[in-house]
């Protein structure tokens, strides 16, 4: 099955990463597309997913590069983002806090988070803590990263796609 329109990269994704549909038309929309968009903005979005899933989203990518954007994004979504983090931690093995403090960004850009401020910007809801806006920076990423993973496993298990976008 090729996909070749917005669309289909949607409803793709949708089937296939475990994130609700509103949060991947959320995605498709922060990244500045239109899921009714043309051929041409089709493989623009293939290829910024492609290249978040092997750079990361740390690397810069339109929607999700202020706290201003990531934040909101975050609190928007919270619910189905901690959702799939919990399911993608028990498929791991682990716990969630445990995932969570073992992200590579902790490694290489932010000082590792506590134990108690991961469980405050994953669970409480009634507030916003300015201090905890690397962490909900990160959980925006996270999704934007898990939904470019998706993405990119269907370019390469569909090579025809892929071949069809280098040209």
Sequence with gaps: MSISTIKGLYRYV??????????????????????????????????????????????????????NDTVKFFQKHREGIVSHMEQTAIDLGTDIISMVKSFGIFRCFMVKPTTSEVGKALWDTGHYWSELNELYNVFAWYALEEISHTWYRYLEDNPACHVQLSA
């Design 14 to 67: 949708k089937q296939n990463s475990n994130f609700s549909g509103l949060i991947v038309q959320s995605v498709i929309l922060a990244l500045g597309y239109n899921p009714c968009g043309s051929t041409d903005e089709f493989n623009e979005l293939s290829w910024l997913l492609k290249d978040c899933s092997q750079h990361g989203a740390d690397t810069g990518f339109s929607g999700f590069t202020s706290y």
